[in-house]
């Protein structure tokens, strides 16, 4: 089991209010960045036909578009970390709007691959990481929630887009449909403004830790002056040139703390995500040809992943609300593993499916597990690192997540071409996630131990200390009572130092 709900950011987050705002344009960043390369596909024939390459050159653009969208993460953790979430979107907005009216202009390949691959990626890039971050500085208890709120943005935005992106190249043709494609892409910037900072309650935390660090002060200054003529003061030099030799790992730890690879339960995570991405996604781009390989027409088909988008705008919400629940969010994590292999158990039974109702169930529960895994994508990794260090972990997170992003779908085609039949990559896809649902059970149930053991030792060791301590703060309080009391008896020393002088005279008489 977990352990309790605490927040380690300084202060208690609202849960609500202005946070739903937040939510809402979440959803609109986190939609646009993780659609927009699947709906951009519409205009692959075109743009074939008119620069004469061929598909494999073309389907370069959404393989660079993701890639600097995963690969990305560290510097939008980094601006994050610097400037805050919402100048980070704005700017993210803007490069998204530059990058596609820039396409719009572009007269060869190479072009449209620093437009749209690298230009607009990276504007997704800095989408996709500040809209997750900026609701775990808002929602605690109810984080479950607002991050399933959010990831539906996804295929609520995968439903609009993709018609959208039709009826735009039948009116206005491919440069026509990027331009419009650019302003409406700058909507993230209007999102972004959204992100308002909790400016009011990290002020009065400020307020209160410093009138905590004078008194702390105080006792410490009180404490050096008893200890002053103490023969076992000892300066430690040594330890102000360690300082210095750790101020520049504490600069970068600032930005991006790497620190996070000595965290247990972040690697657990990282290794089983990993993993987990080499067969997330390949399902998704084959499901239509694969449709069409077994006989079935081409609306038929494309009316699958219809089935699949709708079922998984539906899931995502729902496991948010399920997921903050008493009974599931202390156990978050084996919620997680299961929706990871349920996942691949959709599709190692899929190449049972010999017709289009066998199709129509399977999409039916690979949207439920798709949305269910994406729900809680974020949350489980906030859960185990903490608020205050997602920012980075989420950075580290998806770089490693690029390269089996990447891979994932080209070993399943090489797959398809070997063997000329779509089972082998759909059994490969399968077999991978069941194997990562399983590890990160298997990790997290030893990490939750581990953590309970540790937490045994540390409240053994407290009370072991307790009575040293009791018994040195009561020295200190004698002390600090006698320190600050000698002002105030000095009129009745100097009495009894003149009695004990008169005394004195008249013994010598």
């Known amino acids: 089991m977990s352990p309790p709900l605490t927040s380690d950011l300084g202060y208690v987050p609202p849960d609500g209010g202005w946070g739903w705002a937040v939510v809402f344009g979440s959803s609109i960043s986190v939609g ?23 598909y494999s050159q073309l389907a370069w653009i959404t393989s660079i578009m993701c890639a600097t969208t995963y690969g990305g993460g560290p510097i939008s953790s980094i601006l994050v970390n610097r400037y805050g979430s919402r100048p980070v979107v704005i700017l993210g907005g803007l490069l998204c709007g530059i990058g596609m009216v820039s396409a719009a202009f572009c007269t060869s390949i190479i072009q449209l691959y620093i437009c749209v691959g690298f230009i607009t990626g990276l504007g997704l890039a800095l989408n996709l990481q500040p809209s997750v971050i900026i609701i775990g500085r808002y929602f605690l208890k109810r984080r479950p929630i607002a991050n399933g709120l959010a990831m539906a943005g996804s295929p609520v935005m995968l439903c609009t887009l993709a018609p959208l992106n039709q009826f735009l190249f039948d009116n206005y043709g491919w440069r026509g449909s990027f331009l419009i494609l650019g302003a409406i892409l700058l909507h993230c910037c209007v999102a972004g403004a959204l992100f308002r900072p909790i400016s009011a309650d990290k002020a009065s935390v400020k307020t209160q830790s410093i009138e905590e660090g004078k008194e702390v002060l105080k006792e410490e200054v009180t404490k050096d002056v008893i200890e002053m003529n103490s023969p076992t003061n000892i300066r ?7 300082e210095e030799e750790r101020d520049c790992c504490e600069k970068v730890n600032k930005y991006l703390d790497f620190s996070l690879f ?38 038929s088909a494309a009316f699958l992943l219809s089935i699949l988008a709708i079922v998984d705008m539906v899931a995502r919400p729902t496991t948010g609300i399920i997921a903050n629940s008493k009974w599931v969010r202390p156990r978050i994590q084996y919620f997680f593993s299961f929706s990871i292999a349920f996942n691949g158990t959709c599709h190692l039974l899929c190449p049972l499916a010999s017709g289009y109702t066998g199709l129509v169930i399977y999409s039916v529960f690979f949207g439920l597990a798709f949305g269910m895994v994406c729900a809680m994508l974020f949350e489980t990794l906030m859960d185990l690192v903490g608020a205050s260090r997602f920012t980075s972990a989420v950075g580290l997170v998806t770089i490693a997540e690029c ?18 039949d779509y089972k082998y990559m759909f059994i490969k896809c399968g077999a991978v996630m069941v194997l990562a649902g399983t590890f990160l059970f298997i990790m997290n149930y030893y990490n939750y131990r581990m953590l309970a053991k540790e937490e045994k030792k540390r409240k053994a ?5 307790k009575p040293v301590r009791t018994e040195n703060e009561g020295r200190n309080n004698w002390n600090k009572e006698h320190v600050q009391d000698g002002p105030e008896l000095e009129p009745l020393r100097e009495e009894q ?7 004195n005279g008249t013994n010598e008489v």
């Not at 951009?40 to 061929?54: G, H």
């Not at 130092?497 to 005394?503: C, D, P, R, V, Y």
Request: hydrophobic residues 45%.
């Open 461 to 465: 060791k407290e009370e072991d200390t």
């Open 497 to 503: 130092e003149g009695l004990k002088k008169e005394a």
């Open 236 to 242: 430690m030099e040594t330890k102000t040139e360690e």
């Open 32 to 54: 646009f960045s993780y659609t927009f390369p699947k709906a951009f596909t519409i205009y692959f024939k075109e743009l074939q036909a008119v620069f004469s390459i061929s």
């Open 403 to 420: 390269c089996t992003i990447l891979l994932g779908p080209p070993i399943g085609g090489t797959l398809i071409d070997t063997f000329g």
């Open 262 to 299: 000595k965290h247990r339960g972040f690697l657990i995570y990282l290794i089983g995500n990993v993993l987990m991405f080499l067969g997330f996604f390949a399902p998704i781009v084959f499901l239509a040809p694969y449709a069409k390989h077994i006989g079935i027409d081409e609306y």
